[in-house]
Each structure stands twice: as C-alpha cells, then as structure tokens.
C-alpha cells in the first residue's frame, strides 16, 4: 500500500462517524486517568508532613468539624428535636461526605447515592455494623444485625426463607383476619394510630414467626415484649428498678419462653405451621436455643415499629391527600368487587395483592417522605480510601459518548480525588437526605406518588437499606401495609382529632403524639 493510499484509508477510517468518537473517548480517558494519578499523588505528598506522627494517609479526612473534645457536636446534633436539621445543614456546608464526631466517636456522614453503596454494598467487608452495646446485650447479642460473615449468611438464608414470597404468600388470609379484627377494634374510637399499628405489626410479626397454629404463650411473650420495650431507649443503668433492669428481666423471660415453644414444638413434631421459628428449626446446621431465641427477638423488634411507623405517615399521607385517597379506594373497591361472590366477600390472596400498583405506589412514597429509618450506622474495620469522583466521571463521559450526546462536564466531578475513613471511625449512609435530594427527587418535599410511576434513579432509594444487611422482612411489611389498607379504603373513613402537625422522633420519625384519629365505619 503507497504512503498516500495508507493515509487516506486512516482519514477515511477517522472521519467515519463510529470511529472518530471511539479515538476521542479513548484519549479522554488516558488524560483523565493521567490526571487522577496526579491528584493522588499530590495528596499523598500533602499528607506526608503528617506522617512522623500518624500512619502514612494517601488522602484526607473529609470535610466538616470535630466540635468540642469528646462531646464533639452531639449538642448541635440534638439541639433541634429533629435531627434532619443537623445533617441537612452540614451537607450544605461541606458537601455530601463530611466527618463530624458524635457521642464520643469520630463520623463520616454519607448522602451520596454513589457512597452510600459503597459503604453497604461494594465494600461492605469493611464496615461492620456498629451498636451501643447496652442495645446488643437486650436484643441478643447472638441476633443478625450485629453478625458479619458466615454466621451472618446463614442465619440470613434461614429469615430470607421464611420472609420471601415462597415463605408468606400462605399467611395472606391470616394477615387479613388480623387486620379486619384490628379495623374492627378501632370503629368509632379515637384511637393513638401508632399505638394501633404497634398492635397489628406485632400480631403479624408473630404470625410470621410462630406460624399459624401457635397460640399458647403468646399472651405471656407479648407482656414480656412490652416491658423489654420500654427499656429499650432508657439509660442502660442494671439495678433494681431501673427500666433497663426490667427490660433485662423480661428478656431472659422471653429466651425461656421460646425455649418452651421449642420443646413442645419438637415433642408435638409440628412441622406444617410455617414461619420464621419453622424456618430456625429446620437449618441443616442446627442452632442453639440461644441463637434461635436472640433472633426472634430481634426480628419482632425490627418488624414491629418499622413497620407501624410507616402505616401511621400512610394514613396521614392519604388524610391530607384527597385525590391520592380517592384514587387509591377506587383501586381498592374494584379489587373488592372482583372478590364478591353470592353476595359474601372472599378472603384477599396473594395474587390479589400484586394488582394494587397505585396503593403501591403510595406505599413506596410514604417510606421515601418519611424516611422512618434516617440513616444507618456501621464501623470501619480498616483505613479505608474512599475514591474521588474521578471513577463516576469516566462512567458518565463513556456514557455520554457512548450514546452520541454532547458532552457536558460537571465540575463537582473534579472535586476531589478522594478521602480517607480511619479504622474505628463509625460511617453513616443517610438515607433520608438521599431520598430528599432534589437531584434524585425532584421537588422533594411533595407527597407525590405519581413519581413512582418511573424507577428512582440506582441507589437512591432505599428504604429498606441495601447490601447484605438489608431489610429481609420487606416483602412482608409491603403485603401486611397492602393488607390493611385494602380494607381500611374501603370500608373506613377517619379524620384527624384535634389541630397537631410536626415529627417526633423516638426513635423512628413519627406524627407528632402517634396521630389521634377518629375511625368510622363508611356503611
Ligand atoms: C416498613 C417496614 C420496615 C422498614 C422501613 C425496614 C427497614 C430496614 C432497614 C433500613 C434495614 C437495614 C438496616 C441496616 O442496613 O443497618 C433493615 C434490616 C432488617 N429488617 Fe427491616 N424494615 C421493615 C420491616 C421489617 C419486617 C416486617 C421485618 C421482619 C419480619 C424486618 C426484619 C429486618 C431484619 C431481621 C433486619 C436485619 C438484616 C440483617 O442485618 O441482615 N424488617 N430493615
């Protein structure tokens, strides 16, 4: 091939339309990769003035304030009543990673959808979850939030057993019995709506657990549960007396009465009754009565206020909300109807329960309003760089020249090259400043379910967490919520008592007093 023919055919093969982008990208990103390295470099030069006295760091700290010594911010943290206030100011000021320190221990704050799943999905080995251990001795230090690794799987496999699909789709009828009961209790009462849900998410929770046919002991447990409650926020002073002292008593009450259920389980050899407690007794590699007890207790704590929380924030939603009220009880009614027959209304299925999009809908954009769980708290088991942007913006390039866009760049990309999470230090994901960013949902402050009608953007929206702690008991919150307010749409009416508006925290965010309401019966 002659000089002359070679470069015409490299013209014709550049200036072809497919080509041309593709040399363009990949030169942008060896300049991008070039100028990564360099960043690093040159953080790993400005931090090694600091190395004669603390190990060698690569990157810095992140941004934000330490506060005073040892108390560190934890007034400013509680000096409003609602600690949003705290977070949202900080990611104004600092950015969406910021380091504060709280109640003795050095935070990393993260409200970024990109960090978040970092901390709790690709890197999650090394954060572990991370509690006061005044919470881990109530709630059994044998329970599965506090495990990581292979017990953690196991014991996962076992609860995702018995709350997936497979394992509750027979429990429909069930759940239906215990709302309509519920409902009824309520007719014509004012009611505490959190107090109430409180009662039908523990009912259900039980159900789920024990399974349809165990009613002996469930009085007694659920005294004992109650007292155990009470002590959970209290200060964690075991004398006689004290709440917590109480709630410690009533644990060890709790562990003998499942081991009583055990027993008469194992002597009666029930095998059909289901549930989560099932599910325990079954494992190829047996647990300890210990283990099985520290679990189903940690499970009705995790169902229950979660879960009565939400519920409440729905029937506030759909009180303010009346064209979402009416669209969901038209939903409703026809799926009503469909059940009619000689004049008597047939029990819910599950099937049914997957024709409910807009009650859906409602559902996911209470939990993303609310937000009940603000954020999550886990601990770095090791130094742990969090890389800078640049990652993302390679993405984000390709992507746009991967489609033929015109390229446009985000400075806030270039930000930073980077920052360091020291071992010990506690990392925060924030999931309520997530699901309140206007990138992520526009307009955020607006109940608007219609938005559900599209996926949210990748991990922005995580109500029930995300990664291998995440919330196993989602299928079943869903169907219990869907449960009840099938028949509270159609066949109840309620109006809020009394002029009270604003959130309280204790600790999931809540209608200020539990929402007093009035629940009538429509015919
Ligand atoms: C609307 C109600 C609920 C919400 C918003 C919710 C939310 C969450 C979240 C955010 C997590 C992850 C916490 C973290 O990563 O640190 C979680 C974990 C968990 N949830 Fe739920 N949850 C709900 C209902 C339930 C129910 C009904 C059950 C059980 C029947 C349940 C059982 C659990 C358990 C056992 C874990 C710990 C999982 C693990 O550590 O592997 N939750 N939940």
């Known amino acids: 091939m002659s000089p002359s023919a070679y470069t015409s055919s490299i013209t014709a093969i550049l200036s072809s339309s497919l080509l041309l982008p593709s040399v363009l990208m990949i030169a942008c990103l060896l300049f991008l990769y ?3 390295r360099l960043a690093l470099r040159a953080f790993s030069s400005s931090a090694s003035a600091a190395a004669a006295t603390a190990p060698a760091r690569k990157l810095p700290l992140p941004p934000g304030s330490m506060g005073w010594p040892y108390i560190g911010e934890t007034f400013q943290l509680y000096s409003n009543s609602n600690p949003n206030i705290f977070f949202a100011l900080k990611q104004k000021r600092y950015g969406s990673i910021f380091k504060t320190h709280i109640l003795g221990c050095p935070c990393v704050m993260v409200s970024s959808p990109e960090a978040a799943r970092l901390v709790l999905v690709t890197r999650a080995h090394l954060f572990k979850p991370t509690f006061p251990a005044s919470k881990e001795c109530m709630l059994g230090p044998q329970a599965i939030f506090f495990q990581q690794g292979e017990y953690h799987a196991r014991l996962r496999r076992l609860v995702l057993r018995a709350f997936m699909p497979d394992g509750i789709r027979g429990f429909v009828p069930n759940i239906e019995s215990v709302a309509l009961c519920a409902l009824r209790s309520w007719d014509g009462r004012m009611v ?8 039908y998410a523990l009912n259900v929770a039980l159900l789920s657990i024990f399974g349809k046919d165990e009613i002996s002991y469930m009085e007694e447990l659920k005294q004992c549960y109650y007292t155990l409650e009470k002590g959970y926020n209290s200060m964690p002073i075991n004398l006689p007396g004290t709440l917590f002292h109480k709630a410690m008593k009533a644990r060890k009450q709790l562990g003998q009465i499942v081991a009583k259920i055990i027993s008469s389980r194992r002597e009666k050899k029930v095998g059909d009754a289901g549930g989560l407690l099932r599910s325990f007794m079954e494992a190829k590699e ?3 009565e210990e283990q099985i007890s520290d679990n189903i207790i940690g499970v009705i704590f995790a169902a229950r206020d979660t879960t009565a929380s939400v519920l409440t ?5 759909l009180g303010e909300n009346p064209a979402v009220l009416q669209a969901v009880t038209e939903e409703q009614e026809e799926i009503m109807n469909s059940k009619v027959v000689d004049e008597e209304e047939k029990s819910l299925s599950w099937a049914d329960t ?14 993303r309003v609310a937000s009940i769980l603000s954020f999550t708290f886990r601990e770095a088991v090791q130094d742990v760089e969090l890389e800078g942007r640049f990652f993302f913006f390679f993405f984000f390039f390709f992507f746009q020249l ?10 806030r990309l270039f930000g930073n090259a980077g920052y360091l999470i020291p071992k010990g230090w506690k990392v925060m994901p924030l999931f309520r400043n997530i699901h309140h960013s206007p990138d ?3 307009n955020p402050e607006k109940f608007d379910p219609s938005r559900f009608e599209v996926s949210p953007k990748p991990n922005t929206f995580m109500p029930f967490g995300n990664g291998s702690h995440s919330c196993p008991g989602n299928e079943l919150a869903k169907l219990e919520m869907l449960v ?5 749409t159609t066949k109840y009416r309620w109006s809020v008592s009394g002029l009270q508006s604003g959130i309280q925290f204790g600790p999931f965010a809540l209608p200020l007093n539990g929402l007093p309401m009035t629940f009538s019966r429509k015919i």
């Open 354 to 367: 997957k024709r409910m999009p807009m009650t859906s809908r409602v559902i996911q954009e209470t939990m």
């Open 402 to 411: 991967a489609f033929c866009r015109v390229p446009w760049f985000d400075l």
């Open 484 to 488: 009840l307010l099938h028949h509270l």
């Open 440 to 442: 992520n949902f526009p």
């Open 313 to 317: 924030w729905i029937v506030k939603f």
């Open 34 to 36: 070039l100028a990564y």
């Open 192 to 199: 505490n709506t959190f107090q109430e849900m409180k009662t």
């Open 286 to 288: 047996a647990l300890t």
